[in-house]
């Protein structure tokens, strides 16, 4: 090879390795636009649609259904949701939050439930030294009502959340089933009522 032959290949081979380096870019989406799917993990795609599946569903059966605490007058159920227990495969990172907050709103836009703020919530987790666990157990409910009530935040009802997950392996990729469950535990009778929501996702690794 001549040197202008290698001077033009070697320019060639800059350019193209310089034409495919990566540049961020951000775009803020259209709210028509379909949300992102995780190559790797679940995200919105995933986690949207199970929280208004569950969560429209037991609000709606709830509705009307039971008399709260305060007897006799119209006001909205008091609902003390104690946070989201992760036992899927995958890390949620920031979306745990996310999905808390989600949950909160929704329950206060329902119009027959209050959601109590998680900050008074969480206070009274730290005060009994309960998690949110053991607040299956009767007695661990009246101890952490009692802890809720001195700070002013008396509730009708306990709720809990789990995200779980299940995963079928295939020879080209994987196949995961997301299950998001809700339990309500009317603290007056101690009766549960449970919903769930399930997305099946798969994911594939494609060969060059």
Do not use: H
């Not at 008091?78 to 999905?99: A, H, M, P, T, W």
């Not at 009530?149 to 079928?168: C, K, M, N, R, V």
């Amino acid at each position: 090879m001549n040197r202008r032959a290698f001077v033009v290949t070697l320019g060639g081979a800059a350019l193209g390795a310089l034409g495919c380096r990566a540049t961020p870019k951000g775009e803020v989406m259209n709210p028509n636009q379909k949300d992102a799917s995780g190559a790797t993990a679940a995200g919105t795609e995933v986690f949207k649609p199970i929280i208004e599946d569950a969560l429209g569903k037991l609000m709606a059966r709830q509705g009307g259904t039971v008399t709260p605490a305060s007897a006799g007058q119209p006001a909205p159920k008091r609902v003390c949701f104690v946070g989201l227990e992760n036992k899927s495969s995958e890390e949620l990172g920031d979306f745990k939050d996310q999905i808390v907050q989600v949950i909160d709103t929704k329950i206060n836009q329902s119009g027959v439930f209050q959601q109590i703020s998680g900050r008074f919530v969480k206070a009274g987790l730290e005060a009994t030294r309960l998690r949110p666990d053991q607040l299956f157990l009767p007695a661990n409910q009246r101890t952490f009502l009692a802890a809720m009530e001195a700070q002013g935040q008396p509730f009708d009802y306990l709720l809990f959340a789990t995200l779980t997950s299940g995963t079928t392996r295939e020879a080209n990729g994987t196949q995961k089933n997301y299950l998001l469950t809700l339990e309500l535990v009317n603290l007056q009778t101690g009766t549960p009522d449970k919903e769930s929501a399930e997305i099946r996702k798969s994911y594939r690794t494609s060969r060059w």
